[in-house]
């Protein structure tokens, strides 16, 4: 499948980003920084009641070279590839571009408590959870 | 005098299409039916035969090799007929589209549709060799149902499905076209090769074919990343025409 011509997946890829990338709402920026060179996850954030669980979708990363760091309000990860990719950017005019990192800063829905942050690695797939900082605190009347 | 049909199932000129089973992949829950379109596209060296016309899709083209192509494509060989979009669907389309390839595949005396998806589940993460994702099968046709374990798919017994594949199903029941919905766990928002590799093998067993999964699931890296595009435009997709995915068990 590595050969370019029967790549039916590198094909959907590049009539993906030659529609999209120029006519439809999926902005490469939301995909790609090409200014530092990386890549910017997909990602999925779901509130619970306790938690705020933020899960990145990570290929070719081992966990070793993954880094994670939170604030109340914000989850930043950065992660190096095990080989570099070369991904189509550039909708209708497109070019390859070499990609060997991942990195991407989110806000969070909500504050959280990013010293009680845990993270789960496997398969490429790194699940973030933290605990939600209440608010307020109980006034008793008297 | 009647209006032209909202959609269009158009075959190349010359191509005859009889008794077909056909396979559905439209961008959902993991890409799970697009990647098994495009796979067993790839691997059984289907032809194009035709696309899908309507005045409900965008007004795009994408132009490869100085030929126009549509988004949503369809491929064949013999009577296996296979159609992939490469667009999520909005619900007044997947309607439309659902009712045309039903009515389609009932003017073919079609054996049967088989529509693939993705199932949400929170325990995707733990899958791995010992333990691979579950095969759920939904039919309108009662002996196929009682078939289903037999081809290593577990009936599903309770849940509601939405939806193309819910049009389909119910489109199907009425026009006598015999239907199963495929749906393996998967991830939601990230496309998952692993998971359609399950789904192409049950695929392979019930319509008897070969066709070996290894090399899906050795690309599963790159194919997650080529197919980022995609993924991003059916998460707005999701997100815009539900709160949840289009199944629930």
């Known amino acids: ?142 | 005098m009647g209006s032209e049909p909202k959609v269009q199932i158009v075959v190349e000129e010359g191509t005859k299409v009889s008794n077909p089973r056909i396979v559905i992949g439209i961008p959902e829950a993991g890409l799970v039916g697009v990647i098994a379109g495009s796979y067993m596209i790839q691997q059984l060296k289907l032809q194009e035969i035709g696309h899908v016309e309507s005045e409900l899709l965008p007004e795009v083209v994408v132009v490869h090799n100085s030929e126009p192509k549509s988004p949503i494509r369809i491929f064949g060989s013999g009577n296996l007929i296979l159609l992939v979009s490469e667009i999520p669907l909005d619900p007044g389309f997947s309607y439309e589209l659902a009712e045309t390839l039903e009515g389609w595949a009932m003017s073919k005396n079609a054996e049967l549709v088989v529509g693939v998806t993705g199932l949400p589940s929170k325990n995707r993460m733990n899958f791995d060799q010992n333990q691979k994702p579950i095969l759920f099968g939904v039919s309108n046709d009662k002996k196929l149902r009682e078939s289903l374990p037999s081809f290593g798919v577990e009936p599903f017994q309770e849940g509601v499905v939405t939806g193309i594949h819910a049009t389909l199903l119910k489109k199907g029941a009425l026009m006598n076209v015999p239907n199963l919905t495929l749906l393996v766990e998967s991830y939601l928002e990230f496309p998952d090769p692993a998971a359609a590799a399950t789904s192409v093998e049950a695929l392979g067993r019930l319509l008897s074919i070969q066709i070996d999964t290894k090399s899906l699931v050795e690309e599963s890296e790159g194919i997650r990343l080529k197919l980022r595009g995609l993924m991003k435009n059916t998460q707005e997709s999701i997100a815009k025409t539900a709160e949840a995915p289009s199944v629930y068990a």
Request: no cysteine.
């Open chain 1, 1 to 142: 499948m590595s050969d370019e011509e029967t790549d039916v997946f590198g094909e959907i890829e590049r009539r993906i980003e030659s529609v999209f990338g120029e006519v439809f709402s999926h902005d490469k920026e939301d995909l790609f920084d090409l200014v530092s060179g990386s890549l910017k996850p997909l990602d999925r954030i779901e509130v619970t009641p306790g938690e705020v669980i933020v899960t990145f979708d990570l290929p070719y990363v081992e966990k070793k070279d993954i880094s994670l760091v939170a604030t109340e309000e914000t989850l930043s990860v950065d992660a190096k590839m095990t080989k570099p990719v070369m991904l189509r950017v550039g909708g209708s005019m497109q070019k390859r571009v070499e990609f060997a990192k991942y990195s991407k800063k989110i806000s969070l829905p909500t504050k959280v408590d990013p010293r009680a942050g845990k993270a789960r690695f496997r398969g490429g797939i790194l699940i973030v959870s933290f605990p939600v900082v209440g608010e307020g605190s109980t006034v008793v009347v008297g």
